[in-house]
C-alpha cells in the first residue's frame, strides 16, 4: 500500500506570493494533519480535519488555510508568504480521530520563500 | 502546559551502547505518546508508542518507560547502531488529536 504522498517535493516562491500543497492520505484513512516543521525544531500542529470537517487548528495566522475533499486528500494554502514560512510541511494521515490513534507522516514539501 | 520538553539536544554513543532520551510534559489529559524518527530530508517515521495506562513497552531494540506520576517518558535504543543514527522526536497528544513535539534529539552512534 501507498504511504503518504505529498506534492510537490520542493518548491521556491517570492515573498508575497501564494502557495497550495497537497496530500493524499494512506487508503482508508480519513483524517489529514498539517505540521510545519522548521529547520532543527520539531513540527508545530497547523490543522486536522477528519470527514471533510476541520477538527482543530493550531496557532497559525489565517494566512493559512486548509481543505479536505470527498476523497480524502486534502490542500493546505498559504497567501501572503513571508520569509518565515520557508519550512518543511508535512502531512499526516490517521484511520480515525480518538485515543490511541495512530499517525503517519509523509515526505513533506520543503518551501522555501525568498 | 501544551509543551512537550525534551532532553538531550543531542547524544553521542558507541555501536552497541544504549541511547537514553527523555521527555516530560505538564498536562495530564494527553493520552497517547509516541516516538518519531526522522532522516534527513524525509517526513517523521512512528517507531513505538504508549499509552498512560501502561509502563513500558518494548518492539525489538526500542524500549519506551512512561513513568504517569512525574509525567515523564523516554525511549530506550539497546544495541545501537550506526543506522540508527537520525533525529528522535516525543510527542503527546489528546484524543488523537494534534500532536504536540518535543524539540528533537540528534541521536550520532560512532562505528
Known amino acids: 500500500d501507498a504511504g503518504v504522498t505529498q506534492s510537490p517535493t520542493h518548491l521556491i516562491k517570492t515573498r508575497g506570493q501564494h502557495v497550495t500543497l497537497r496530500c493524499s492520505p494512506i487508503?482508508?484513512?480519513?483524517?489529514v494533519s498539517w505540521y510545519q516543521q522548521v529547520l532543527g525544531q520539531g513540527p508545530q500542529f497547523i490543522f486536522q480535519y477528519y470527514e471533510k470537517e476541520e477538527r482543530g487548528r493550531g496557532n497559525f495566522p489565517d494566512r493559512f488555510s486548509a481543505r479536505q475533499f470527498p476523497n480524502y486528500s486534502s490542500e493546505l494554502n498559504v497567501n501572503a508568504l513571508l520569509l518565515g514560512d520557508s519550512a518543511l510541511y508535512l502531512c499526516?494521515?490517521?484511520?480515525?480521530?480518538?485515543?490511541?490513534?495512530?499517525?503517519?507522516f509523509g515526505q513533506g514539501t520543503r518551501l522555501t520563500v525568498v | 502546559q501544551q509543551q512537550v520538553k525534551q532532553s538531550p539536544q543531542s547524544l553521542i554513543v558507541q555501536k552497541g551502547g544504549i541511547s537514553i532520551i527523555n521527555c516530560a510534559y505538564e498536562n495530564t489529559a494527553f493520552d497517547y505518546f509516541p516516538w518519531y524518527q526522522q532522516f534527513p530530508g524525509k517526513g517523521p517515521a512512528l517507531l513505538i508508542a504508549i499509552r498512560p495506562d501502561v509502563s513500558e513497552k518494548k518492539e525489538g531494540r526500542f524500549t519506551i518507560s512512561f513513568n504517569k506520576s512525574a509525567k515523564q517518558f523516554s525511549l530506550h535504543i539497546m544495541d545501537s547502531q550506526p543506522g540508527d543514527s537520525a533525529t528522535y522526536f516525543c510527542a503527546a497528544s489528546i484524543w488523537g488529536q494534534n500532536f504536540v513535539f518535543g524539540p528533537g534529539t540528534r541521536l550520532s552512534v560512532l562505528p
Open positions: 499526516a494521515s490517521s484511520s480515525t480521530t480518538g485515543g490511541g490513534t495512530e499517525a503517519f
Open positions: 487508503s482508508g484513512h480519513k483524517s
